[in-house]
């Protein structure tokens, strides 16, 4: 069932892997087909070299897993949630690359520092509050969805607009409009999180204060690409052929 | 038409990936035909490993796309106004490599530390004004090409000596003779600013100012690549044969 | 003889070298037989590239090279302290791993800042004291092992729960059922190094004071992959496959 | 003629290359005969894909090339230096590699902060004085030889035991018994490099001083590699087979 998905489910998580993100078992990708109400996603702790369209494991939207011979990625709730809540998103990556989570274990959003940012992300990253004793004893992965849900809604953030958050103590969550874009997210979001942390660093070093770019160069940047009248790329609105 | 300055460009946008410096469809190269006046510039937002020579969009210089199925890169009108401004240029590469750009991001010039920087680059490597909301509004890439030329106008810098800028909040661009020359000094550039880096983080550590090397050790190694009585190389005056 | 285990150890150095984690000839990987009480361990100073399962040298639980035609490695001695003292270790990986060396050499245990570590080290990762001339002089490579011990044990640390240890001013040390487990240890301890490194340049710059995961995240993750109703992987309590 | 020197040299040169120290044509490395008393050196800016065993340059200890059909490296005249006042030195290697560099940049030396440093130098790796402008206007690749000695000389180090200088302002040059030893010490020193960099960090983000390993666990690793007593490696004395 769901061939197509399966193995764009399956590419999505071996572009992961192959950018480097995802050593050993780590990280895990997922893309949903709205139609059917039903999501692919990695199975849990088997290494990318051994993974194949078939080991995808499908789960419909109360969690349940209706098809696949593997138990789903442990972080499968996770994806739920944010399949539920968030009704523009066609795919979820979750990954624990290495500088996007210091700044999830540093309990800091990424500010925006530059353009590089602003093409991908409009405004700062944010990073959610820590899960309380209970919410982890209760339904663990489940809840880090909902304080993913819970950082959007409380600041107004828009998810179409911000496909990433960081996970405080444990890592990075993107999406996009389908799998492949939920990594192309991941991917930009290490490099912009490399780039902060070296911008930090520098300016530190240079006694300066930590300022996002003007809002102007911002919206500029992320709306040539994500916009309205957007004119990056070959189709407008389309930021990726 | 101008199939050979569309091969090396092609070729030029070959090696800023293959050095890593352009992940995902990040960054573009030109090249100009002087004679004719047309420059072959990477078409927008298209993968690096679907590019072909065929697939190079021409422009002249007045901005107008002259050959090419695909629209030119969203820098264009950048690369532009460096052609139109700075004659003695050949190829334009613009990335958003990542400690140059945290360098652009930080607003700070990178001061030359060191004889490596010295070989390339002949003193600091400017860092632009951040742009005005009305450059931004009014014609962004245009006016973007503007603000690198005022850097170098106000202070006298010659763009010859002077191969490669820091637009602020931005990232680096960088030129030379021809378009794989211009993608020669964006590799140097980025591998300079991860030394520059790792030098003021280790003066920081040992409470040592961030002062330039002294200038006679500054105009030994440039000259010495690229002066009149340059030994570098094996055809005086070229430092890439 | 333990042809078996000789490959396995064989194909754990190998993963090591291939992850980037042993320049040169550094590092080594043994793996032991406890119902024979022979280890194979990496001879030494052999490039990783001319390595065979025959290569690998069978050290007993008394240090006596069994079977093998080269020197076993240097650190050797520092193994078979691993082996006796710690009952349940199957393999044993060193590395001079750049950031978990750094830790070492500044005599930083790697406190657990993140889910990432809770993953794989039940808690910070110890460091040991500093040896002794005395202790240097005497049996270097065995004392080396004693001091791995005698951290765990003053500390009442569970080498289980624990596979790693930084020895003071020299590098990591981990631990696994299995010479590649250990490997895959040591490529998690380096991962861990890394972000741990980075949250605290990031809280420095923030001026954020260093402080571990809530212990009911640590708790969560270390037994969701490692306790005793572990659900991560495809088999509960094997977080490998 | 001295075939068998110039293959090595060549072989030296690729794989200072590979080891990723030496991007573009930076980089060189050189190969003596003593008895014949010829050196065989890279050519001057040529790209590494471009080397044969046949394009290196034969210098003799007068400075003269004396076969070869390329301009010899423009640093020859200091590999030259160093041949004529370190009788022991069989092969000379100089690269920008970034931290190693970085630390010359800022004019530190490398103090030994860890066994990793201790296995491949005895004691800190001395960074020279500053060229005065004198020097560098009269022979400056030949005069930047004597600064390298004379750092020795001042203080008395040993350049068998000690095969790496710091240039203040340029970079590493090391050697060895013959080319690809010095490559191997020019690999060993930047990785030393990124350790001292990460630890001099951390040790400031704990507000720890920056202080060498104890004496004797220098000696220990040192000597357990070079010392008459060696045990590392299949023969001792030999730290590389």
Redesign the interface.
């Known amino acids: 069932m769901l061939e197509e998905l399966r193995k764009a489910v399956l590419e999505a998580n071996l572009a992961l892997s192959r950018a480097g993100l995802a050593?050993?078992?780590?990280g895990n990708v997922s893309g949903i087909d709205r139609g059917q109400g039903f999501f692919a996603i990695k199975?849990?702790?088997?290494p990318y070299g051994e993974l194949t369209a078939d080991a995808m494991v499908l789960v419909d939207l109360a969690g349940k897993v209706v098809e696949g011979r593997?138990?789903p990625s442990?972080d499968t709730a996770t994806h739920l949630e944010i399949y539920c809540e968030f009704p523009e998103v066609g795919g979820v990556t979750h990954t624990?690359s290495?500088?996007a989570?210091?700044?999830?274990?540093?309990?800091?959003p990424i500010v925006c520092?530059?353009?590089?940012h602003a093409d991908h992300f409009d405004g700062q990253v944010p990073v959610t509050r820590?899960?309380t004793?209970a919410e982890?004893?209760k339904d663990?992965e489940r809840e880090t969805g909902k304080v993913i849900v819970e950082a959007f809604m409380e600041c107004g953030i828009d998810h179409v607009r911000m496909p990433a958050v960081l996970v405080a103590?444990?890592?990075p969550f993107t999406w996009g409009r389908d799998a492949m874009d939920s990594v192309?997210n991941a991917?930009?979001l290490e490099?912009v999180a490399?780039?902060?942390?070296?911008?930090?660093?520098?300016?530190?070093?240079?006694g300066?204060p930590?300022e996002p770019?003007?809002d102007?160069?911002l919206r500029?940047h992320f709306d040539?690409k994500h916009g309205p009248g957007a004119?990056?790329?070959?189709q407008s609105g389309?930021?990726?052929?």
């Not at 199975?43 to 088997?46: K, L």
């Open positions: 050593p050993g078992t780590w199975p849990s702790g088997i593997f138990k442990s624990h290495t500088v989570t210091a700044f999830a274990q540093a309990e800091q520092l530059g353009t590089t820590m899960l004793p982890v004893a663990y103590g444990h890592g192309r991917i930009a490099e490399r780039m902060a942390r070296d911008t930090i660093l520098l300016r530190r070093a240079f300066q930590i770019i003007p102007h160069l500029k040539r004119y990056y790329g070959q389309d930021s990726h052929r």
